[in-house]
């Protein structure tokens, strides 16, 4: 070794030449459970970049000996540690990022934590982000742990279809399901979850079965929306998942698919937020030349009424009704859509340039699909209106296929044909949180 080595050498270059060379040495640590392998370093260098390893060679319970075992780290790994506590540098890759950020971790050295931590993200895929954010819990790294989560929501549809999430732990699998921005079906959602307690009942020595996958998921199956899918689908996952789901579970379920009421389920009905969407289809009912603008106009005072069914759930969010020309008028509108016992009130003004006006619903009624429902319209002040003729009882509307019947209930000869309804607004129950 040169006398003179230090000449010309920066202080981060001297450190190095130090660590590399053992110049001077007064600390060795035997790695991996072997210990077969025995790195010199500094303590000085150590104290000045770890309070752990300060505690540790200077603390009152400091090391007696020059040689301490670390049988959780491997050599290859301690070194590169060693060479970032020197330098400030080493390299990261994908091989040796987890058990570095693991030795960082342990030994409280948070610059390289952190340096550790940006390389996942720079470096994340659906194949290894389920991973990533099992270290990012291990290591309480809350930063990569959200942005874990915001790449699983990005990319939810691959993950969840290939059964990716079998790599979460609990407590991650239970902060993915809760997320509101899965864009994903629900139905893939459940296989995901089925696909994830199988890997913990092999992982347990447990027959897969509906009982054992129960047993190992818990109330994480709480988290899944049953309700999103469609009853046929329920139908099919309580029979293909023997006693996975209780039969008072199942029994709620159902029930609320037959009375479109999910509040006692233990499985939210609440449609994740990622799927809503703010398209809008229309159902119209008449054309422009069946409104009629002269002689006898529809009368107010008195019920309207029509029914009507659809071929797959939706939820209405708000009617166009025909309105008049005598002036500025504003019409005291009260809106029922009854099968469910949803009502909707409002108040809405039709200005005198305007044969229709439109109804917004503070919230969207749900409608289920095959079922029959009363759409009420009662205007109980204001002129009368202009209304419709040679209406259409079957109205496809995109995918959806609207049916019109006469109702019983109305009082002001309503019926398919003739009516003050002209329109609804719709959105599918896919693309809609309710």
């Not at 009704?321 to 409002?346: A, D, M, W």
Request: proline share 2%.
């Amino acid at each position: 070794m040169e006398s003179n080595w230090q000449d010309d050498l920066s202080l981060l270059e001297s450190m190095d030449y130090m660590l590399t060379n053992e110049v001077d040495c007064d600390i060795s640590f035997k790695l991996g459970k072997a210990g077969s392998d025995v790195v010199p370093a500094h303590k000085f260098v150590l104290a000045s970049r770890s309070s752990v390893f300060r505690a540790m060679l200077y603390g009152p319970l400091a090391e007696k000996s020059c040689t301490v075992d670390i049988p959780d780290v491997e050599s290859g790994i301690f070194k590169c540690f060693l060479r970032y506590v020197y330098t400030d540098n080493c390299a990261i890759t994908s091989d040796n990022v987890t058990a570095l950020m693991y030795t960082a971790h342990k030994y409280n050295v948070r610059r390289l934590v952190k340096e550790c931590g940006q390389f996942m993200m720079d470096n994340m895929s659906t194949a290894n982000v389920c991973t990533i954010m099992e270290n990012a819990n291990l290591f309480d790294n809350r930063e990569l742990r959200q942005k874990c989560l915001e790449f699983i929501q990005n990319q939810c549809t691959e993950i969840v279809e290939s059964k990716l999430l079998t790599s979460l732990g609990p407590d991650c699998l239970g902060e993915v399901l809760r997320s509101e921005e899965l864009d994903a079906k629900e139905e893939d959602i459940f296989a995901a979850v089925v696909s994830w307690a199988d890997c913990r009942c092999t992982e347990k020595c447990l027959e897969v079965n509906g009982s054992n996958r129960r047993q190992v998921l818990g109330d994480l199956l709480y988290l899944v929306r049953f309700p999103l899918t469609s009853q046929k689908t329920f139908a099919s996952i309580s029979e293909a998942n023997e006693n996975l789901l209780s039969l008072e579970e199942q029994v709620v379920v159902f029930r609320g698919y037959a009375t479109g009421n999910f509040s006692n389920s233990p499985f939210s009905s609440k449609m994740r937020s990622a799927q809503v969407q703010t398209k809008e289809y229309t159902c119209f009912r008449f054309q422009g030349n069946d409104i009629k603008d002269s002689g006898t106009m529809w009368s107010n005072n008195s019920k309207d009424a029509i029914m009507f069914k659809v071929s797959e759930p939706v939820y209405i969010v708000g009617l166009i009704l025909f309105g008049c020309k005598e002036g500025s008028t504003t019409y005291n509108v009260h809106v029922e859509i009854t099968e469910l016992g949803q009502k909707v009130h409002t108040t809405v003004a039709s200005t005198s340039t305007e044969k229709t006006f439109q109804v917004n619903f503070t919230e969207p009624v749900a409608v289920n699909r095959d079922t029959n429902y009363t759409l009420t319209v009662f205007l109980n002040r204001g002129p009368c209106t202009y209304y419709g003729e040679n209406g259409i009882s079957n109205v496809d509307s995109g995918s959806i296929k609207f049916t019109f019947s006469s109702s019983y209930l109305s009082t002001n000869s309503t019926g398919v044909s003739r009516d003050r309804y002209m329109e609804s607004h719709f959105q599918n129950v896919d693309t809609l949180q309710v």
